[in-house]
């Protein structure tokens, strides 16, 4: 009653998380619509602060359904900011990077794929020394590849180990949602 929520566009594409994420609210997001205070569902409110972003289930849900004017995420992760930074100012970069790995690992046999998935685990360690975090700069492009598409690497029934690149995952074909 009362409500502005936008009409939900069906034919559409709507953006939505792009990483696999530890806590991620994808499953919970019905139910937690019903928690939402009455002002942002009469769009009342303008301003959209999520401290704790990580996948961004509920960001993605609240941005698309309200009539925001301003939004602003956050995450004590920097290596997730990394990548929303990338997402932000260099997509198409960023896209065409994860698809140059992604043809590099397709026409792999299984046992290459493995290396080449420890290649790209090791360049995206041995960055991290020399990643500055705080300022953008276009070499994060790269990074942002790396983590995102990291577990697209990884070849099934591979044995996850503990510096494996955490917690990210673009499935490939899965772009386009960026
Ligand atoms: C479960 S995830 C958030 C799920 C998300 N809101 C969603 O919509 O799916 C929790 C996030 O909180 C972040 N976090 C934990 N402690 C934090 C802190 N003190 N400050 C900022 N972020 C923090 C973690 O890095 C993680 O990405």
């Not at 960055?127 to 070849?155: H, K």
């Not at 180990?161 to 955490?166: F, L, Q, Y």
Request: proline fraction near 5%.
């Amino acid at each position: 009653m009362g409500s502005k929520k936008l009409p939900v566009d069906n034919t559409a594409k709507q953006a939505r998380p792009f990483l696999k994420w530890a806590g991620g609210k994808r499953q919970l997001l019905e139910q937690l619509d019903t928690y939402f205070p009455d002002e942002l569902r009469a769009g009342q409110l303008e301003r959209y602060v999520e401290p704790f972003v990580g996948s961004g289930a509920v960001f993605f849900r609240v941005v698309q359904s309200y009539p925001l004017q301003e939004c602003l995420i956050a995450d004590i992760n920097a290596e997730l900011i990394l990548v929303y930074r990338v997402v932000k100012q260099d997509v198409e970069g960023l896209i065409a990077k994860l698809r140059e790995i992604e043809d590099q690992y397709l026409l792999l046999d299984e046992a290459n794929r493995r290396e080449f998935y420890y290649r790209v685990r090791r360049r995206y360690n041995e960055q991290r020394r020399i990643t500055q975090f705080n300022t953008y700069e276009p070499g994060w492009t790269d990074r942002a590849a790396y983590m995102s598409g990291g577990q697209v690497q990884e070849p099934k029934n591979f044995e996850r180990r503990k510096s494996a690149p955490r917690g990210a995952a673009i499935e490939p074909g899965d772009h386009s949602v960026l």
